[in-house]
């Protein structure tokens, strides 16, 4: 399965065109973009982006898994607000209920 960090690096460069400049974005180093691309394409078994003299070009399979990859970066993002939001107990919906003739003693 691809890591999240691999798609996070595909849709950076995809957006900036560049490994560099994606290297740039993600506060990585070129190497490690290349080397999470490089995993990436073995693990679908094919190419991905197509190497330029002045960057990168995405292939019609690339294109294919960008956006797949900015559907689940954006479901991590919201499982990690979710569990956040949850240990912090903030949201949700607090629903209270109390018999009328447990409240009658109290009003009088």
Known sequence: MASLRALECLVAVADSGSITQAAL????S???VSHQ???LERETRTLLLRREPRGVKLTPAGRAAVADARRA???AAS???SARA???AA???L???CAQSLTVPLLA
């Open 37 to 39: 691309l490089a995993s």
């Open 86 to 88: 949850a240990g912090q």
């Open 25 to 28: 974005l993600l506060h990585s």
């Open 95 to 97: 629903r209270l209920a």
């Open 73 to 75: 970066i954006e479901a």
């Open 91 to 93: 949201g949700g919906v």
């Open 79 to 81: 499982a990690v607000r």
């Open 30 to 32: 070129q190497p490690a």
